[in-house]
């Protein structure tokens, strides 16, 4: 049993929390500016909890969709299905006992909430076949991850402003450069089994796009702490999370898929850096 139960929580990438992180950063940005510093306990509760699920669910499903490619990519031949540990079935159950558990928490928020929470599973659903048809699933996953800032102002404050959309749009813009890093990880097998990706699309002008990419995120920031008229403590916020992104790019630039794969790591750092931009602004109001 416990051996079956270690299985099923490196099925749902427990072990690497990297993850958890990048849901958790956008998601607590959402909460912040939503309830101007004072999340309700519950609603925090909540998310915080839910990200953890979504997370496993989202980590399940792709690797129940890649059952047949992971196989062929040297990074997740020993993942538990197709090692063997986990059979196609058991990841499908234990995807929608993730997906029901994450459900009937959010029904503890109100109805605007559970209706986006709908939209959001789909989301988390679809991402993982997306390689299969665009070169643009790490947008999709930026869709997907950020889908948790539009259900957080709507369990905040019933609403859904203006704001909360140009914060999705931001994480959009920095999820997609963050996982093209990763995907220039697995670049040579992508192209080998012919799974698509940005980092493909991109070609020789990966690490300029990702600036480009990056760059937006940090205007977009700024423009939203302009309109929610966010001081000095923000400002340093997103000024660290730009110095963030300055070393991802020298790291980057070395052109090793060890040191694609520290950017992308690099990643939890800046997000952290604009949640503590944001905490703090409010906090010393």
């Known amino acids: 049993m416990f051996a079956r139960l270690k299985n099923y929580a490196v099925l749902m990438r427990l072990n690497k929390p990297i993850g958890i992180f990048l849901l958790l950063w956008p998601t607590l940005w959402a909460l912040w ?12 509760a909540v998310f915080i909890s839910g990200v953890v699920l979504m997370r496993s669910a989202g980590c399940v499903i792709n690797d129940y969709a890649d059952r047949n490619i992971d196989p062929e990519v040297e990074r997740t031949a020993l993942r538990p299905i197709p090692a063997g540990l986990v059979r196609p079935g058991e990841a499908l159950g234990l995807f929608v006992l993730l ?17 986006l929470s709908v939209a959001g599973a789909v989301l988390a659903a679809v991402y993982p076949f997306m390689k299969r048809h665009t070169y643009l699933p790490q ?28 914060l999705l749009i931001a994480n959009v813009l920095w999820t997609t450069a963050y996982d093209t890093m990763y995907a220039m990880v697995d670049r040579p097998d992508d192209l080998r089994i012919g799974v698509k990706s940005t ?10 796009i990702i600036a480009v990419l990056q760059a937006t995120f940090i205007v977009v920031m700024l423009l939203i702490g302009h309109q929610l008229k966010l001081g000095l403590y923000y400002d340093l916020g997103l000024g660290a999370a730009a110095v963030f992104a300055l070393y991802q790019q020298f ?33 010393f109001k």
Do not use: H
């Open 99 to 115: 997906s029901l558990v994450a459900f009937g928490l959010v029904c503890l928020t109100n109805t605007l909430t559970i209706i």
């Open 139 to 166: 947008a999709f996953l930026g869709l997907a991850f950020g889908w948790a800032i539009p259900m957080a102002f709507a369990a905040q404050t019933d609403t859904l402003p203006k704001i909360a959309w140009l």
């Open 199 to 208: 980092a493909i699309l991109f070609g020789p002008f990966d690490t300029l």
């Open 251 to 283: 790291l980057l630039y070395r052109r090793s898929e060890t040191q694609y794969f520290k950017a992308f790591l690099n990643n939890n750092w800046l997000g952290a850096a604009v949640f503590a931009g944001i905490a703090a602004e409010y906090y």
């Open 33 to 44: 500016i939503a309830s101007n510093g004072n999340p309700d306990p519950l609603v925090l």
